[in-house]
């Protein structure tokens, strides 16, 4: 494995998987997000739902939730079985040659497997509300305490499985606020790195 | 004030004001940092060693070496001074037009009073050990040790003036791996984004 891939992680909201999306067309090869889901569905027979719940996020009341949390034979949880499906597929993509794969801890799963570009999109509070409300509509909960919610609860996901802080600008190539430079000019900057 | 500045935050060794004084050049505006020790030591008494330890690190002892230190009339310890010091000289040197201002939390200092171009600088550890040895030759201490003192220190500094998190990738709008990415791209990106 010495394919070139970029990994984007990203804050929910900042249009991470849009960078993502934009910077593989323009260097024509696959963006892996959406076809990561149906894998794992078809593979785990959880929903996709679930997958895109549980392999990003921790659960919501934290270690408690876990400990009471269902157990497979081999004393799994779910959640520690889809990771460890989600690295193996992530693993097998990353085989196949050159990509993008948006969020799941693609960097660490790949950190010395394959010749990466690693990147974190990020911006502030109040262009994340303003987006998340265009993309996904509103909630009852407000645009501000959603997006608290999943930053509480992605940083604690991967701080649990790669034991490492999430958003340490140190642990990126490249990171970057989609809300001050524009989602289009990440999406260059990628592409021209690459 | 409105005039567009960069500024630059660094990790020791990373090449961080190399960066900066490129991108000053090729944008042909004046770089500060050298200026900065030299006006500071004029303006406080202090020598130029003394202002380049106290004006970007905690104290070696902490917390007690704080409280024991000695201070001035106003209550102020010297390195309370200096910090009011060199507040005042970024925003009058922001008042004067473009610039690359490199360290001295000039980030924070500038964030509601100018326009800014905040960048991160950092690089992994062997990249940085071998760097400081050519820049800046042996020492006693293993590179390495010298490192991990300089951005403890330089990370309390930070979070103690600014309260908040020194290389958290959100309070910068672009953060870069000199290390893999190489110096001049670095400095080549922040031109053109500038």
């Given at each position: ?40 569905a ?10 895109q ?9 934290g ?14 949880t779910?959640?520690?079985?889809l ?15 050159p990509c993008?794969?948006?969020?799941r ?5 790949l ?6 570009l ?12 303003k987006?998340?409300v ?13 997006l ?47």
């Open positions: 494995m010495s394919e070139r891939i970029i990994t984007i992680s990203r804050e929910f909201g900042s249009g991470g998987r849009t960078v993502g999306r934009m910077a593989a067309k323009a260097l024509n090869i696959p963006c892996y997000d959406q076809e990561i889901l149906e894998e794992l078809r593979k785990s027979g959880f929903t996709q739902g679930y997958i719940e549980q392999g990003e996020y921790a659960a919501h009341a270690w408690l939730s876990n400990a009471l949390a269902s157990r497979f034979s081999d004393g799994l779910s959640q520690d079985r990771w460890v499906l989600q690295r193996e597929l992530i693993l097998e993509l990353a085989e196949k040659g993008v794969i948006v969020g801890c693609a960097d660490f799963i950190r010395e497997k394959a010749d990466c690693t990147a974190f999109i990020h911006a502030d509070m109040s262009f994340r509300a987006r998340i265009e993309v996904y509509g509103q909630r009852q909960d407000s645009p501000q305490k959603r608290q919610d999943k930053d509480r609860r992605r940083a604690a996901y991967y701080q649990f499985y790669t034991d490492s802080q999430w958003g340490q600008a140190r642990n990126y190539h490249i990171a970057l606020d989609s809300g001050v430079l524009g989602i289009e000019r990440c999406a260059e900057l990628l592409t021209q790195l690459y």
